[in-house]
């Protein structure tokens, strides 16, 4: 009899937790459990998505820092055309200074590797030293800004520039060709020859050009071989603005 007592006592015990394990004792209980088992769930994501990340973030941050360098500091840069030979020859593979001059911020704003995008306002940033005379630029083609070109500057703003005979005078000084420099046509053309495609209308003809004094902020470009070069006698002077950087080191030849 004290058996079955006892029994119908544990039964009533059993009972009598139940309604304790539904209050805020068992919701509590239930709410650390469920937590212990999401961190476990969030480790175990962690785990398997933490190469993947990782391999995503170093190739975001090698992108940003090839992106900072190529706006800021230095550039690669491939000679499309003979017009600088035989300073540089045609296919040669150089790096651009863009800190020199001052860093210019990006004016297009697209998809990389497609046309698609749009320009944007752009600046230039103090630089080291300003555009003189002789030095080698990359910049913008003035006439289809998508290209970029290289030439030598020959005089800059204020100078007054003149060719007789194929002879470059800058303020009435003879300019030397530069050692690498050379002409390609064995013939001169006549100083009373005036060429349509001749920038500023009148100027002349490649041969025979000028006197054209160049505007202030301006820099007359051209081709160290001179009888092959598209340059500032054919499409005027160059706005600075449009100038990327200086030509340093031939690291590909």
């Known amino acids: 009899?004290?058996?079955?007592?006892?029994?119908?006592?544990?039964?009533?015990?059993?009972?009598?937790?139940?309604?304790?394990?539904?209050?805020?004792?068992?919701?509590?209980?239930?709410?650390?459990?469920?937590?212990?088992?999401?961190?476990?769930?969030?480790?175990?994501?962690?785990?398997?998505?933490?190469?993947?990340?990782?391999?995503?973030?170093?190739?975001?941050?090698?992108?940003?820092?090839?992106?900072?360098?190529?706006?800021?500091?230095?550039?690669?840069?491939?000679?499309?055309?003979?017009?600088?030979?035989?300073?540089?020859?045609?296919?040669?593979?150089?790096?651009?200074?863009?800190?020199?001059y001052g860093i210019r911020t990006p004016d297009w704003l697209g998809v990389p590797f497609t046309p698609i995008g749009f320009n944007i306002p752009y600046t230039r940033l103090p630089g080291l030293s300003d555009i003189e005379q002789g030095d080698i630029l990359v910049f913008r083609y003035p006439l289809d800004q998508r290209v970029n070109y290289i030439k030598r500057c020959v005089a800059t703003g204020g100078q007054t520039l003149q060719i007789r005979n194929k002879q470059l005078f800058v303020d009435g000084v003879a300019q030397p060709l530069p050692p690498t420099g050379k002409f390609t046509d064995s013939y001169t053309l006549p100083p009373d020859l005036k060429m349509r495609q001749m920038q500023p209308p009148g100027a002349g003809n490649k041969d025979n050009y000028g006197p054209v004094t160049v505007p202030e902020g301006h820099l007359f470009m051209m081709g160290d071989n001179r009888d092959n070069s598209a340059d500032s006698r054919y499409w005027g002077f160059l706005d600075e603005d449009l100038v990327l950087g200086k030509a340093e080191i031939i690291y590909f030849s």
């Open 1 to 100: 009899m004290a058996k079955q007592t006892d029994s119908t006592h544990d039964v009533e015990k059993q009972a009598g937790s139940t309604p304790e394990s539904q209050g805020p004792i068992g919701w509590w209980r239930d709410y650390r459990e469920w937590q212990r088992r999401r961190k476990i769930r969030q480790l175990e994501r962690r785990r398997r998505i933490g190469p993947i990340r990782d391999w995503i973030e170093t190739i975001v941050s090698v992108v940003l820092i090839v992106f900072v360098i190529r706006v800021a500091a230095v550039e690669a840069y491939r000679i499309p055309t003979g017009s600088m030979e035989n300073t540089m020859l045609v296919g040669d593979f150089l790096l651009v200074n863009k800190f020199v």
